[in-house]
Structures are given as structure tokens and as C-alpha cells.
């Protein structure tokens, strides 16, 4: 008999895949557990069969770095799916059932005009027209009591009409079903027995929380695009299981945090700003490694360019980030769309002005320097003509055609009688004052001045145009990441399991309230253990962090207020109010602590700590940078020579002046004259002025 070693324990893959899908290129971020290595990829979008860019850079992964599919062990997703589906209009055929005499909901909504300088603007359609509206004869009270009961012969008409309409599903949203679900449940088992191909979502089980308006334009979101979610989702997880990926895929969500594929499908709100959300964790973890107190966040892709503040290390949050033309009252990280993307074309108006945006040539056919069909002019041509990018973008996934370029831009330079690399450096100047209005706006709104903060730019066109931006906002500093062009990629793999919970309470902050109180915040953070350890497979210790949405008696709107989950238990309502009270001097520079205090809302998030990969320090730069070329560039109406840079070659320590160009696999850096970049600790690259600033075009 011959001797025979144990079989070796089995391994655990080693690797861990995010992946961000963009409108021109989809981004990989690999991440080495063993030994903390990242490893990043693009390659170009193809929205037209959503899907197949995951394929293609599979097999790009195993091509280039050896890793193959069944060696991914966790892999996290950031999609746009949702949101474009809003935009595009292509959801779901729905009806809507409110209570009876309510049917105007979507209509009214808050009455507000779009834009209040636009007598002539109009407020756009809503996703369920009025004629797809039906009234139920119910009423819930405001304490929770039956009023009314419900009608089933009503419901039954409704559910009729929309069967006979052709709809997908239908939106259920009752007056007061935040505090109590049963006629809104009852709806759900009369259609399940009489209409069960009917897709139906109650508001009470989206997001139950007090304003009618607000819960029924988030259910209809929700409602709107889930077919399509759960679609994508079903088939990107077949698509990793034939690519031989066996890790679960997990989802990234609106609020910042991870999720899986099931609670996707079931909660497809949640995930609205999955994209754009990954990008802003990516950045949050950039400014705790280098300890920037106020950041603004720069996320230029080949579409558009979204901005977000970090403050001490954290994203800020909200509810009612526009969702296309619709507010989405859910937690969401606050991001806002500022402008144009790399790809974003530049055109001329009828009365001769030079525009920007907002149609992109996306990656079919993509900008004129692709070579891929393209022939208007974009950004990214701009800064081609103007010099600035080199032969190729995304890993050699484009090589770049300056002639192609120069034509295109050409095209817009006779109209506007101008030159060639000046019209270049126009349509850079219009993109960027277009950026410039909105960023101000954001940060008045904050209450924020650009002269204190960090500006820190990353996707594929963010270190291109970031030193544009920072020079007329007078900002102190540009950071730009290690991998800036897969950052949003990155920050799926450092973002939490993180889901959040509310209950409206409505009551006054008072001896009597805190029994209630007491109650709500057990519920919440027993549904947020049992959502850890059930629904997200979380074994490790929870975190569960509390906020309210407090107001002062008669006031109409609440601002949210941190509190800690002891004072709730222990009725510490001195503690309580005075947090309140300090939010709200925070915010509005006074407060009033003789006034009544209430309390709308309580929230609580619940949060399962995922591992980050190790804090790694570049290696020291030994010797002063070398440029491996010259390049004569068109900055400030002048020709100039710029310096061109490869990242890589760059250590900690090292620096250079402009006017410079860095290159690097997933992006350009460009360094303006008057401005020195210094690779710090952790090998992100700061720009910072080192000469007054000079005004574009002086």
C-alpha cells in the first residue's frame, strides 16, 4: 500500500475585481490580496450589447497580467443601466393607484418651475401620465387608523384597466401607508389573485417615510426602471458564470456602499447612482490617505463630469438628487453633474457662438482622434490639436489620430473665423466656464470656499482638464490619484455592505416621545443585523449609526441630525436636541434652544466594514525626473514647450514644473506653466501654484 500525502486545504482565490461601466470605456480594478498589488484595465464600452465590455475585459485580464476568471473571488459592479433608463424614457409601461382624489400626485408634485427665470418653462411629463392614474376608494389617518376601508371593487376596475392597457406593473401609493402598509399590501394580494403578470410596487415597502409626493415619485422611479435592472443583472450574472468567475457579483448603491445582486433586482432604487457613487468612495479613500479636511471630487469621463464634496474623509449625502428630471428621495451621495465629458461635442449656434455639449460622441463613434467614424469635434480632439495628448488612451485601446482632430476642429474654426489650435483652446475655455458657473453654485450652496479646498481629479478626462478648473477657481491644490483613470472601479472595492433604514415617528421631542423613540431604534437596528447577516452574509461586527430629521415646531422642512443610538435608548433627549440645535447653527448660523423641537424621521444605517487593501508608499524618486519627450503645446494663446513625463517613473518625492505633460495607461495629466507637481507619500500626484495665476488668454 503506498503512502499518501492529505489533500491541501483549499485555497481561496486571490483576487478581488471591481468594474465601472462608462458611456466610452469600462474601467478594471484588480486588487492582489495576497501581496496588495492593483492592477487596472479599460477597455471600450459597447452600450449597444450591454455586457460584452465584461467579457472582453476578462479575457484582457488573463491576456495581460496572467489572472485568470475562476481566480476572482469577489467581484463588485458600478452600472449606469438604471439612470439611463430614466433618461432615455425606455422603462416600463406603468400604472399608478392613489387614493381616491389624489390622482394629480406626479402632476403637482411641489409645484415649483424648473427654472424660475423662465416664465415660459415647463415642468417635464411624468413617467405614468394622467391617464394611466386611478383613484381607490381607502383612507389611512395620519395616526395610522382606518378611515376608509378599502374598496375592492375599485381596486379591481383599476387593476382591469391596466391589464387591458398593456402595462408592466403598477405603482401602489397610498395617502399615510408610511405608517400603515395594509391597504397598500391588500392591492398587492388582489393582483397577485386576478392580474399576477402585473409587476407591483408599493411605496411603503421603497421608502416609507411622511410626503405623499415624494414617496410616490421614488416608488414610480423604482417601479419604472426594474424590469430593465433585473434584467441586466440576471444576465451579468450568467455572463460571469460562462466567463468562469463563480464569486457572487456584488452591486454598488446609490449611498456608497456594496449590496448584492438579489437585493438589486428586489431594491433597484437603491442602486440609481451606482456609477457615479463608486467614483466619490474611490476619492473619499484618496483624501483619508492624504488627509485633506475639504475635497471636491472631479469625475471627467468620455460623457459628462460630475463633482461631489468630501469632507474629513467622507462623501456628503442627501435625499432628492435628480434622477434625469425626477428627484429620488432616497439616501444617495450627493453628486452633481457639471458639465461636459471628453467627449462632448463643440458646435456653433445660429448667432455664431461657440457651444460645448451636452451631446457626446460616447465610444461609437467617438471623438474624430479615435478613428472610429467620428467626425465632429470634442473636447478630447481639442486637447489633442492644442498638443496635449500623446498616440493612445485606455491601455492602447484607441490610438489616437491627430490629423482626424485637426479636422474636425477645423470644421468649427471657419465658422467662427478663427484658427485652428485657437479654436482648440476656445472649445477648452468654453468647457471649462461652463464648469466653472456650476461648481459655484455648488459650493455657495455648501457654504464652501474653493480657495481652501483640494481639488481631486480622476476618470480618464479629469487629470486632462482639472488644472483649467482649479486655475479659475483659485483652488490651492490639484490631487491627482495612482490610477486615476480607474478610480470609480477602485471604489467599489473599498466601499462597505451598507444599507439604510427610516421609520417616520412625527413627534414632539418630549418625556412622552421617548418610549416611541426607544421602539423605532430597536426595530431599525434589528433590521439592520438580520440585513448584514442574512441578506449580506456580514459575519463580522456591525456598525449602526443613527441620524433624525428634526425641525423646530412649525417649521416645513428637517434637516438631518447625527445622533448617537445610546441617547435614543437611554431617552437622553437633552443630548438629542442639543444636536440638533448644533446642526442647525451649523447650517444657518443660529438656533434657537428655548424652541419646541420634533422629530420626523429616524434613520439608521447599518454597515459591515469590508477588508481595504494596505496603504502602499511609492518608492522614493532617487534622482531627479527624466522626461522621456519635448512637446511643443498651445497653452494661453502661445506656443509653448512642455516637458512629457511617464507616470511610472515618477517616486515619491519627485517634481516638475510646467507647462508639463504626465502620461500614464488610463489618463493625462497636464500641468499648467506657474504650477509645480509633487509625487507625495503615497504616490498621488499634487499640483499647486507655485507663480500668481494667470488669466487664460493674458
Not at 495581460?64 to 438604471?82: K, L, N, Q
Not at 463580522?540 to 430629521?549: I, K, M, N
Not at 438629542?576 to 424621521?601: G, K, M, S, T
Not at 481595504?612 to 534622482?623: N, S, T, V
Request: hydrophobic share 40%.
Amino acid at each position: 500500500m503506498t503512502d499518501q500525502s492529505p489533500p491541501s486545504p483549499e485555497v481561496a482565490p486571490p483576487y478581488r475585481l471591481g468594474v465601472d461601466i462608462g458611456g466610452t470605456f469600462t474601467d478594471f480594478c484588480l486588487l492582489d490580496v495576497r501581496s496588495g498589488e492593483l492592477r487596472s484595465l479599460k477597455v471600450l464600452s459597447t452600450p449597444q450589447r450591454p455586457g460584452e465590455e465584461i467579457a472582453t475585459g476578462l479575457r484582457a485580464l488573463e491576456a495581460r497580467h496572467g489572472v485568470a476568471p475562476s481566480e476572482i473571488a469577489y467581484f463588485v459592479h458600478g452600472t449606469t443601466v438604471g439612470v439611463n433608463t430614466v433618461l432615455q424614457r425606455k422603462g416600463a409601461r406603468l400604472w399608478l393607484l392613489t387614493t381616491e382624489a389624489f390622482e394629480d400626485v406626479l402632476e403637482v408634485a411641489r409645484l415649483k418651475m424648473p427654472d424660475p427665470y423662465d416664465l415660459f418653462s415647463r415642468r417635464p411629463a411624468p413617467l405614468v401620465p394622467r391617464e394611466r392614474v386611478a383613484g381607490v376608494r381607502e383612507r389611512i389617518a395620519a395616526d395610522g387608523t382606518v378611515e376608509v376601508p378599502i374598496d375592492e371593487a375599485s381596486v379591481l376596475a383599476a387593476l382591469g384597466r391596466a391589464r387591458d392597457d398593456g402595462a408592466d406593473g403598477v405603482v401602489v401609493s397610498f395617502l399615510h401607508a408610511y405608517r400603515n402598509p395594509v391597504h397598500e399590501q391588500a392591492v398587492r394580494a388582489l393582483a397577485e389573485r386576478v392580474a399576477p403578470e402585473l409587476d407591483v410596487v408599493c411605496s411603503s415597502e421603497v421608502w416609507p417615510v411622511i410626503r405623499e409626493y415624494e414617496r410616490t415619485v421614488t416608488a414610480t422611479i423604482a417601479a419604472y426602471v426594474r424590469t430593465r435592472v433585473a434584467d441586466y443583472l440576471g444576465s451579468l450574472e450568467r455572463s460571469l458564470v460562462e466567463a468562469g468567475v463563480s464569486a457572487a457579483p456584488m452591486i454598488t448603491k446609490s449611498n456608497g456602499g456594496i449590496m448584492t445582486v438579489g437585493q438589486g433586482k428586489r431594491e433597484c432604487a437603491q442602486m440609481l447612482l451606482s456609477g457615479t457613487a463608486s467614483g466619490v468612495m474611490g476619492a473619499s479613500w484618496v483624501a483619508r490617505q492624504t488627509g485633506a479636511e475639504a475635497v471636491m471630487s472631479l469625475d471627467v469621463g468620455g460623457t459628462s463630469a460630475d463633482v461631489a464634496l468630501v469632507v474629513d474623509g467622507e462623501p456628503r449625502h442627501g435625499v432628492g438628487e435628480l434622477i434625469g428630471d425626477f428627484p429620488l428621495y432616497l439616501p444617495t451621495v450627493s453628486v452633481s453633474s457639471i458639465g461636459e465629458g471628453g467627449g462632448s461635442i463643440a458646435w456653433v449656434d445660429s448667432h455664431g457662438v461657440l457651444n460645448v455639449g451636452p451631446e457626446s460622441a460616447g465610444s461609437s463613434p467617438g471623438p474624430a482622434c479615435y478613428g472610429l467614424g467620428g467626425e465632429r469635434p470634442t473636447i478630447t480632439d481639442a486637447f489633442v490639436v492644442c498638443g496635449f495628448l500623446g498616440d493612445s488612451l485606455g491601455y492602447g485601446a484607441v490610438t489616437l489620430d491627430p490629423e482626424r482632430a485637426f479636422r474636425a476642429v477645423e470644421s468649427v474654426a471657419r465658422a467662427l473665423g478663427k484658427g485652428v489650435r485657437e479654436t482648440a483652446e476656445a472649445i477648452i475655455r468654453v468647457a471649462v466656464s461652463g464648469m466653472y458657473l456650476e461648481v459655484s453654485k455648488l459650493l455657495s450652496r455648501a457654504g464652501l470656499d474653493p480657495r481652501a479646498m483640494e481639488l481631486q481629479a480622476f476618470g480618464g478626462a479629469g487629470p486632462m482638464i482639472a488644472g483649467f478648473l482649479a486655475r479659475e477657481l483659485a483652488m490651492a491644490r490639484v490631487v491627482v490619484p495612482r490610477t486615476p483613470g480607474v478610480l470609480s472601479a477602485f471604489g467599489g472595492l473599498v466601499a462597505d455592505l451598507k444599507n439604510d433604514f427610516v421609520r417616520t415617528v412625527y413627534r414632539d421631542l418630549e418625556a412622552d416621545a421617548v418610549g416611541e423613540l426607544r421602539a423605532v431604534v430597536d426595530e431599525l437596528a434589528a433590521r439592520g443585523v438580520a440585513w448584514l447577516r442574512e441578506e449580506a452574509g456580514f459575519a463580522g461586527e456591525p456598525v449602526l449609526e443613527c441620524s433624525a430629521d428634526m425641525r423646530y415646531r412649525g417649521q416645513s422642512f428637517e434637516i438631518e441630525t447625527p445622533l448617537e443610538l445610546a441617547w435614543l435608548r437611554d431617552g437622553d433627549l437633552g443630548r438629542i436636541a442639543a444636536a440638533f440645535h448644533d446642526e442647525h447653527r451649523r447650517l444657518y448660523e443660529h438656533a434657537d434652544p428655548q424652541a419646541a423641537v420634533q422629530v420626523v424621521n429616524l434613520r439608521l444605517v447599518a454597515r459591515g466594514v469590508t477588508p481595504k487593501p494596505p496603504l502602499e508608499h511609492a518608492p522614493p524618486g532617487d534622482r531627479p525626473p527624466r522626461p522621456h519627450a519635448a512637446r511643443t503645446v498651445w497653452l494661453d494663446g502661445t506656443e509653448q514647450r512642455a516637458l512629457v513625463h511617464h507616470r511610472a517613473a515618477l517616486g515619491a518625492g519627485s517634481a516638475i514644473e510646467g507647462p508639463a505633460v504626465v502620461e500614464q495607461e488610463d489618463c493625462t495629466t497636464v500641468v499648467l506653466g506657474g504650477h509645480r507637481a509633487v509625487v507625495d507619500t503615497f504616490g498621488n500626484l499634487v499640483i499647486s501654484r507655485i507663480a500668481p495665476p494667470v488669466a487664460a488668454g493674458e
